[in-house]
């Protein structure tokens, strides 16, 4: 199966990975070469991480890493693949727009899955041509080792297309979990709240961030305290994914905290940057 992936940051590199890793040919796409670039190498890098540990050869990893191949337009991309996962910026509009440009270059059998943390798979269908053959394949970070795969039927996804990709996930050594179409999906719905609540509890003054972290790790026995991790997410992404739920479900318990707001808007995402909550070396 020849696969495209759309977008190279943290999210479409590690599909890209996980897909070739498992023997399919890939097609990594994104408009900028130097983050094809980059791609490359943290595939690299986290493939030599993997033959440390003993769990692929060396002759696996480059085996891996000889099945990626790199595009910078999109329709050369996308002209032969059988799957297109997109994995762009949480925007709908962008979305929208690479699914239009998808659906007119792929061939008309190819199944087109978005990666989307939150916006809804029905309206992203709604722009092709082909939305029985459009879901959610939403992965999550880091895509190497996560075994999750929230698989997202739209109002039109097909049983032969659901099948296909409940099937697909599974033979990327990752659970298959079916959801239906709602902002946030379950994973984000359930997650983005307590997230928010934590950062409103540091600009309230109730508690410092590594309080916070220490209350749920030691308390609720989460590996990662919600702070920590949602400088790992990504500040922006946690902004986008708040913002899509309080926009479509109305409900203002979805409000993002207005301390989120300010430190997106200086640049502090978390550990992309260097600089969220915690200081961390530059990406």
């Known amino acids: 199966m020849l696969t495209s992936i759309i977008g190279a ?74 799957l297109v996962v997109e994995a762009a910026t949480e925007n709908p509009q962008l979305k929208a727009d690479i699914f239009r440009r998808m659906d007119a270059a792929a061939p008309a059998g190819a199944i087109l899955a978005s990666n989307t943390s939150s916006i809804s798979i029905t309206q992203i269908a709604g722009a092709t041509g082909r939305p029985a053959q459009v879901i959610g394949m939403h992965f999550f970070n880091p895509v190497p080792v996560m075994k999750l795969v929230e698989v997202v039927r739209g109002l039109a996804t097909s049983d032969e297309t659901f099948a296909t990709v409940r ?84 409900d203002d318990k979805y409000r993002p905290c207005p301390l989120l707001r300010k430190m997106v808007a200086a640049g502090r995402l978390g550990r992309k940057s260097g600089q969220g909550f915690y200081e961390y070396g530059r990406a």
């Open 167 to 250: 099937d697909l996930a599974s033979a990327l050594g990752k659970t298959p979990v079916e959801v239906n179409d709602a902002p946030g999906f379950v994973s984000n719905r359930v997650l983005m709240p307590m997230i928010n609540e934590a950062i409103f509890c540091v600009h309230e003054g109730v508690a410092t961030p590594e309080a916070v972290d220490d209350v749920m790790k030691l308390g609720m026995a989460h590996p990662m305290g919600p702070i920590a991790l949602a400088d790992f997410i990504g500040l922006d992404v946690c902004l986008s994914i708040l913002e899509v739920l309080h926009r479509e479900l109305g």
């Open 9 to 82: 940051g943290t999210m479409g590199n590690g599909i890209a990975h996980v897909f070739a890793q498992h023997g399919h040919d890939v097609t990594l796409v994104d408009v900028a070469q130097d983050r094809l670039e980059s791609a490359r190498s943290t595939i690299e890098r986290n493939l030599g991480r993997q033959v440390g540990k003993g769990v692929l050869t060396q002759a696996d990893a480059d085996a891996t890493l000889g099945r990626i191949a790199s595009e910078t337009d999109l329709e050369a991309g996308v002209a032969g693949a059988d």
